[in-house]
C-alpha cells in the first residue's frame, strides 16, 4: 500500500503565493493526484481549505470541506466568482500560509461561484456563511490575493512579530 503524496505547505513571504494562478486544461489522472494530495495536506495541517499555490503550484485549484465531514469534501477547478452579495460580516479567518496568525477578515456573506469538477464539467452554485467565506478566502489565493492584505491595521500590529518571523524563516530558508 502507497501513501498518498502529501505536500509541503509553502509560508508567506513566497513569491509563488502571488502569482497569478493559471486555467487547468487538462482533467487527467495526474490533476486527480494533485486534488487527492491537497486534500491529504489540507488534513494534515487541520485547515479547511487548501488552494494550489500553498503547496507550490500555480493552478486554479482549490479544495475545502467547511465542515470537517467528510461529504463535504468540494475541489473547484478553474472556480469563478461571478457575484458577491448579501451582509459584509466580520470573521476571524486563519491561513495555513500563516502559521499562528488570526485576523477578522471583512466579506460579503453570499458568493455565486462556477467551477469545473475532476472531469471538466462545469458547476454553478450559490454560496453562503462559512462555506462562502472558504470559497472567498481560498479564491483570493488563485489570484495573489493574501490574509496580510486584508488585514485591519490594527491585527497587522497586533501580529507584527509573527509576521516578521514568518520573513526572517523565510530569507534564513532561502539562504540554506
Ligand atoms: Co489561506
Same mark, same amino acid.
Not at 125 to 141: C, K, L, P
Given at each position: 500500500?502507497?501513501?498518498?503524496?502529501?505536500?509541503? =505547505?509553502?509560508?508567506?513571504p513566497?513569491?509563488?503565493?502571488?502569482?497569478?494562478? #493559471?486555467?487547468?486544461?487538462?482533467?487527467?489522472?495526474?490533476?486527480?493526484?494533485?486534488? #487527492?494530495?491537497?486534500?491529504?495536506?489540507?488534513?494534515?495541517?487541520?485547515?479547511?481549505?487548501?488552494?494550489?499555490?500553498?503547496?507550490?503550484?500555480?493552478?486554479?485549484?482549490? *479544495?475545502?470541506?467547511?465542515?470537517?465531514? $467528510?461529504?463535504?469534501?468540494?475541489?473547484?477547478?478553474?472556480? $469563478?466568482?461571478? @457575484?458577491?452579495?448579501?451582509?459584509?460580516?466580520?470573521? @476571524?479567518?486563519?491561513?495555513?500560509?500563516?502559521?499562528?496568525?488570526?485576523? $477578522?477578515?471583512?466579506?460579503?456573506?453570499?458568493?455565486? *461561484?462556477?467551477?469545473?469538477?475532476?472531469?471538466?464539467?462545469?458547476?454553478?452554485?450559490?454560496? @453562503?456563511?462559512?462555506?462562502?467565506?472558504?470559497?472567498?478566502?481560498?479564491?483570493?489565493? =488563485?489570484?495573489? *490575493?493574501?490574509?496580510?492584505?486584508?488585514?485591519?491595521?490594527?491585527?497587522?500590529?497586533?501580529?507584527?512579530?509573527?509576521?516578521?518571523?514568518l520573513v526572517y524563516?523565510?530569507?534564513?530558508?532561502?539562504?540554506?
Amino acid at each position: 500500500m502507497t501513501e498518498p503524496l502529501q505536500y509541503d =505547505l509553502t509560508l508567506y513571504p513566497s513569491p509563488v503565493l502571488r502569482k497569478q494562478a #493559471e486555467t487547468v486544461e487538462i482533467f487527467d489522472e495526474h490533476l486527480r493526484g494533485i486534488v #487527492e494530495a491537497m486534500f491529504h495536506t489540507m488534513r494534515d495541517s487541520k485547515g479547511v481549505g487548501l488552494a494550489a499555490p500553498q503547496v507550490g503550484l500555480k493552478r486554479r485549484v482549490l *479544495v475545502m470541506n467547511h465542515s470537517t465531514e $467528510e461529504g463535504d469534501d468540494r475541489a473547484m477547478i478553474n472556480p $469563478e466568482i461571478l @457575484e458577491r452579495s448579501g451582509d459584509l460580516t466580520l470573521y @476571524e479567518e486563519g491561513c495555513l500560509s500563516f502559521p499562528g496568525i488570526y485576523a $477578522e477578515v471583512q466579506r460579503p456573506d453570499v458568493c455565486r *461561484v462556477k467551477w469545473q469538477d475532476l472531469d471538466g464539467k462545469e458547476h454553478e452554485q450559490t454560496f @453562503e456563511g462559512f462555506e462562502s467565506r472558504v470559497i472567498q478566502h481560498e479564491y483570493d489565493h =488563485l489570484v495573489g *490575493v493574501l490574509l496580510v492584505d486584508r488585514m485591519s491595521s490594527a491585527d497587522k500590529l497586533r501580529n507584527k512579530v509573527a509576521l516578521e518571523n514568518l520573513v526572517y524563516d523565510y530569507k534564513a530558508a532561502q539562504r540554506g
